[in-house]
């Protein structure tokens, strides 16, 4: 059973919960995301507030999204004097972001030291609401970082750098080691930053097809693309826009895949045909 942490709460496993408890890392964080007083600023899992307190010293408005209920008092009572400071007892999968939005020319700037164990649908959530947030700054296992943020032929590239690096700019920022947190992880960590894009760089006619195209193009990496998109992409089809099925998945870029994808089928959605 896990040791308790000062406020007497017990690290919960099946909440993925390791609190943050490094001065420092709580400091860099901070730094990086520079958050200002008129930010509309949501913390999602905030746990004990390591990262909340600071938060709060430049912005008293923060509001909080967590799962656990047993965590709502001990926020509440430690953020006490700060009347602006709201909390949202909820599961961050299912939440609506929107309903935290002032007006329509809000952005949320969205942080926090994510579960392992949501961390990917979590992102995929929070892109398909990109165009109200401004930026996300995440705590999140370093291999689901450089996963986000790798490079065509690298092995950690595939779907999830994909779809991320077609909405966002990623940039790693720094990495962060199990003693950090209480209980400590078994792997090690790392804080990311990704900035949806104002003015898109590549526009993918269809969304929807894109996305299967790249998710069936890695159900099976190590097979050539003519194996994994044989249900999707005909020799003759691949033929005339270019693509070369002797490939695999992760030797093609995003523009590569969008233009594809654009190139095969437009607008025309293939996903209800």
Known sequence: MPKPTPSGHRARKRFGQNFLIDQNVINNIIRSLAPKAEDRIVEIGPGQGALTGHLLESNESVQVVELDRD????????FAKYKDFKIHQGDALKFDFSSLLRDENDALRVIGNLPYNISTPLIFHLLDNKH????MHFMLQKEVVQ??????????????????????RVEAL??????????AP????????????QTPTLVA?????????????????RKTLRNCLKQLVSDEQAENVGLDLSLRAETLSVE???????ALWGSEDIVNK
């Open 256 to 262: 590569n895949y969008v233009q594809f994808s654009n």
């Open 147 to 168: 996963r986000l943020a790798a490079k065509p032929r690298e092995k950690n590239y595939g779907r999830l750098s994909i779809m991320t690096q077609y909405h966002c």
């Open 205 to 221: 006619d269809n969304l929807r097809n894109f996305d299967t195209l790249v998710k069936t193009a890695f159900q099976q990496r």
């Open 71 to 78: 965590l709502v008092p001990v926020l509440l009572s430690q």
């Open 174 to 183: 720094f990495e962060v080691p199990p003693n950090c947190f209480h209980p």
């Open 132 to 135: 109200y947030i401004r930026d």
């Open 186 to 197: 078994k792997v090690d960590s790392a804080v990311v930053r990704l900035e949806p894009y």
